[in-house]
């Protein structure tokens, strides 16, 4: 349970629409019910109107949850002398929208359904006599040209002599004399309105993270899902194959390991390392491939003497995770890094030991990302790129087995080919928290990394496997 003291790694300033997102998917995931969000974001709007002390008051809404706010907004109005709601009678609306909608049919409100421009035209009046438009349209879901009939009710708002109170952002076009978000201000100047979302859905990774995921298109062609480069192995031969096929159970469409060490696995390419180590020897054979990869994972079971090796991988590489034995200094530091370390790993690069307790762990961790992110691992995971930070409790002790740690480097590895460091690291946290959760069910401390191998993909895209 967070403590008040936690509220230091609340995040500030403007947020943007997918962020929010996230923490609204996690404060349902924590019991905060959507429609009850939605009832304290409509009332907070309300409040904002009745500020204005207005007797007539207009709602445009969309069919979109910004839409079910300022429906809520107008059930909380409807003790003044008129209040009316327009909205779109085209398409369909979100189920919490159409929730809210039929509580309007039950409501001391004017119900206005227009389909078309030509619709709004007997409307002229409720433009002219309102003392405030709340715009409700489109909100953080907004994308191109605003079209009708919407269009049309953003030039009437525009033309009348109304204040304009628009709900988390405005819609595009419209003149906002008054915004009002929730939460955090999705644009500069917005007044926020606490709606009691809870402190851990914004400081706690949750399925909401996963939002942030990009979805495959339907057309999509091999490659898109990125390109992986492994680099790894000699002393330890199984790590970087665990590492590769997290990766590839991650989305990834390609995934190559280059080692020294050979295990006959038919979903990856291997590209083969002469010797019993790598050594700078190889470096002609790697850099190729470092330079077409979208990211490279390096570390798993290289040993000690390979170093040169990894920071050499690093100034090449676009995008890096860093595990196991390429946590040593110098540290590597790629364009965009991700460093995985457990506790020893981050005393060897930090210099100082993680505190026990979880509020100065997170205030280590973050002092300590100087050059990319950190996901440190333990019970409970710590993220930073030394201006924010995020905890992960998913897991299972049944994960200090092993190959875990290779596994998430390697779906970090893949997430990162699509993400910037930070979320990547959060989401690859999660997600192998939550794989290592399920495959325990049946195995407890039997469990190997490789069980979780096949509920990677159930979390991350949806899809549980079976049995």
């Known amino acids: 349970m967070a403590t008040n003291e936690m509220r230091e790694f609340l995040e500030t300033g403007v947020i943007d629409a997918g962020r929010m997102r996230a923490i609204e998917e996690n404060a349902v995931a924590l019991g905060y019910p959507a429609l009850l969000m939605m009832e304290s974001a409509g009332r907070a709007v309300a409040d904002a109107v009745l500020a204005r002390n207005p007797s007539r008051v207009l709602v445009l809404c969309g069919r979109g949850n910004n839409g079910g706010d300022g429906m809520?907004?107008?059930?909380?109005?409807?003790?003044?002398?008129?209040?009316?709601?327009?909205?779109?009678?085209?398409g369909s609306m979100t189920p919490p929208a159409t929730v809210q909608a039929s509580l309007l049919s039950h409501s001391s409100v004017g119900v206005h359904p227009v389909r078309c421009a030509a619709d709004i035209e007997s409307l002229g009046r409720l433009f002219e006599e309102a003392d405030v438009v709340v715009d409700a349209m489109?909100?953080?879901?907004?994308?191109?040209?605003?079209?009708?009939?919407?269009?049309?009710?953003?030039?009437?708002?525009?033309?009348?002599?109304a204040s304009?109170?628009?709900?988390?952002?405005?819609?595009?076009?419209?003149?906002?004399d008054r915004i009002v978000s929730f939460h955090r201000p999705r644009v500069a100047g917005a007044d926020v309105a606490d709606i009691g979302i809870p402190l851990e859905a914004e400081i706690y990774t949750g399925p909401g993270d996963l939002t942030l995921v990009p979805a495959r298109a339907e057309g999509a062609h091999k490659g898109v899902g990125g390109e992986v480069l492994v680099v790894g192995g000699g002393p330890y031969q199984g790590a970087p194959y665990i590492a590769a096929m997290g990766a590839l159970r991650a989305g990834a469409d390609i995934v190559r390991v280059a080692s020294p060490?050979?295990?006959?696995?038919?979903?990856?390419?291997?590209?083969?390392?002469?010797?019993?180590?790598?050594?700078?020897?190889?470096l002609e054979a790697i850099l190729p491939l470092v330079?077409?990869?979208?990211?490279?994972?390096?570390?798993?079971?290289?040993?000690?003497?390979?170093?040169?090796?990894?920071?050499?991988v690093a100034e090449a590489a676009k995008r890096a995770v860093f595990d196991a034995d390429a946590l040593v200094r110098p540290l590597p530091v790629a364009k965009e890094t991700i460093y995985t370390p457990h506790a020893g790993e981050f005393s060897r690069i930090a210099g100082t030991k993680p505190p026990a307790d979880l509020l100065s762990r997170g205030r280590c961790v973050k002092a300590a990302?100087?050059?990319?992110?950190?996901?440190?691992?333990?019970p409970v995971?710590?993220?930073?790129?030394?201006?924010?930070?995020r905890f992960n409790r998913t897991g299972s002790p049944a994960m200090t087995v092993g190959g875990t740690g290779d596994l998430l480097a390697g779906v970090a590895g893949a997430l990162f080919c699509h993400l910037p460091a930070f979320e990547a690291a959060c989401v690859a946290a999660y997600v192998c928290g939550r794989a290592g959760m399920r495959a325990a069910e049946g195995?407890?401390?039997?469990?190997?990394?490789?069980?979780?191998?096949?509920?990677?993909?159930?979390?991350?895209?949806?899809r549980a496997p079976r049995e």
């Open 369 to 378: 990302a100087t050059a990319g992110t950190i996901l440190l691992k333990g």
């Open 261 to 282: 060490a050979y295990i006959p696995m038919p979903d990856l390419i291997y590209e083969r390392l002469e010797g019993k180590a790598i050594t700078g020897e190889h």
């Open 72 to 90: 809520v907004a107008a059930r909380y109005l409807q003790h003044l002398d008129s209040v009316d709601v327009v909205y779109p009678d085209c």
């Open 443 to 462: 195995r407890g401390s039997g469990m190997i990394a490789t069980d979780m191998l096949a509920y990677i993909p159930g979390e991350l895209f949806g």
């Open 381 to 389: 995971d710590v993220v930073s790129d030394g201006t924010r930070v």
């Open 164 to 176: 304009v109170v628009a709900v988390d952002i405005p819609t595009p076009g419209i003149r906002a």
């Open 291 to 312: 330079d077409r990869a979208d990211a490279v994972v390096c570390g798993m079971g290289l040993g000690k003497e390979s170093h040169d090796v990894v920071l050499a």
């Open 138 to 161: 489109l909100g953080t879901g907004a994308s191109g040209a605003v079209r009708e009939p919407l269009a049309s009710l953003v030039s009437r708002a525009n033309a009348s002599a």
